[in-house]
């Protein structure tokens, strides 16, 4: 295999799969809306390619001849309600499968952890069986982007149980990294703050992974013939807690944060109250807003890479604490 179309390649995930598989030698052609915005593939040599993942015929011109399809275009944090998740992420997913499918090649989607759910994450086992395996729990209507992810890879594993393509879905939890426009900007932006609020004790271990990490996973799972029809989560770079994770940020950012701190059961009730009054008003996402919506910062990590360990031969080659100093230091420098 050495020709791939990316989708989504100038961000987080698509960057660091365009830079593993331009060392490895591959041709990589991309699928981009603006040629203005797309100067860093020029310099990476991706072949460019006219369109939008929703633009079917674009997408199967795109693809064309190729040996791999990576999915990584998604949206994430559109404005618009339900229709603004499933048009691009379900719609875009069904043509990545029907270009894959008619050119033959394989198809990698980037899933996430999403699909568990709010409440299904955290019923996760990491002692028994493969958390891969284990069943999916329902997931609240106004959940828009889990439904997306949930039905998007659902798609695709249908597409490979039937034979029109084969698929493989990775599932990484909350990425970070050099080019990150979502987790890092926001942390950072929390950080600059004159006071920082601090939940909890800071001991919890953060579900985070590096893209370099999900970019390996990735390659790993389109050329692993085991891999059909499987998906694979993606945590597990060394464990970070919270106030590590903090003090990384902050030599990134080159300042020291002045801190409130709360206690963890305070903000889980007052979040829990705020969410009974949105819900009470009909507010749309009050639903998503309850007592473990801080469980991101409070509980460790449930997520679980056994199955790429034991399936795919992959261990985590970073550095988490200097990873997050790398990806705050790189915002900082913009």
Not at 68 to 87: L, M
Not at 201 to 217: C, N, Q, T
Not at 277 to 285: E, F, K, N, Q
């Amino acid at each position: 295999m050495t020709s791939a179309l990316i989708t989504g390649a100038s961000g987080l995930v698509g960057s660091h799969l365009v830079e593993r598989l331009t060392r490895d030698g591959w041709h990589l052609r991309a699928l981009v809306r603006n040629r203005a915005r797309a100067a860093w593939l020029v310099s990476q040599s991706v072949e460019l390619h006219d369109g939008d993942t929703q633009d079917a015929s674009a997408f199967a011109r795109a693809a064309n001849g190729v040996d791999v399809v990576f999915h990584c275009a998604a949206a994430i944090t559109p404005r618009g309600g339900w229709e603004a998740y499933r048009a691009p992420n379900i719609d875009g997913t069904r043509n990545a499968v029907d270009a894959a499918a008619r050119t033959r090649a394989r198809l990698l989607h980037l899933s996430s952890v999403a699909v568990y759910g709010p409440d299904g994450r955290y019923a996760l086992s990491q002692e028994s069986d493969l958390q891969e395996l284990q069943p999916l729990l329902p997931i609240p209507d106004g959940a828009w982007y889990a439904r997306s992810k949930r039905e998007s890879e659902l798609l695709v594993m249908d597409a490979h149980r039937a034979g029109h393509v084969w698929a493989t879905a990775v599932r990484p939890c909350v990425i970070y990294g050099p080019r990150d426009r979502q987790f890092v900007p926001r942390v950072a932006r929390i950080l600059r703050l004159p006071l920082v609020p601090r939940i909890g004790a800071g001991r919890a271990v953060l579900a985070i992974v590096h893209a370099r990490s999900v970019a390996d996973v990735a390659v790993r799972a389109a050329t692993s013939e085991i891999a059909g029809g499987r998906a694979y989560n993606v945590t597990n770079d060394p464990p970070i807690t919270v106030s590590q994770f903090y003090e990384a940020a902050q030599q990134g950012l080159g300042r020291r944060a002045r801190w409130l701190p709360i206690s963890g059961a305070l903000a889980q009730g007052a979040m829990g109250g705020l969410g009974a009054a949105l819900r009470a008003l009909r507010i749309p996402g009050s639903a998503l807003l309850n007592a473990r919506s801080l469980d991101f910062l409070l509980a460790d990590n449930p997520f679980s890479s056994e199955r790429a360990r034991r399936e795919l031969g992959w261990t985590s080659s970073v550095d988490s604490r200097a990873a997050v100093v790398e990806a705050f230091r790189v915002l900082a420098s913009r």
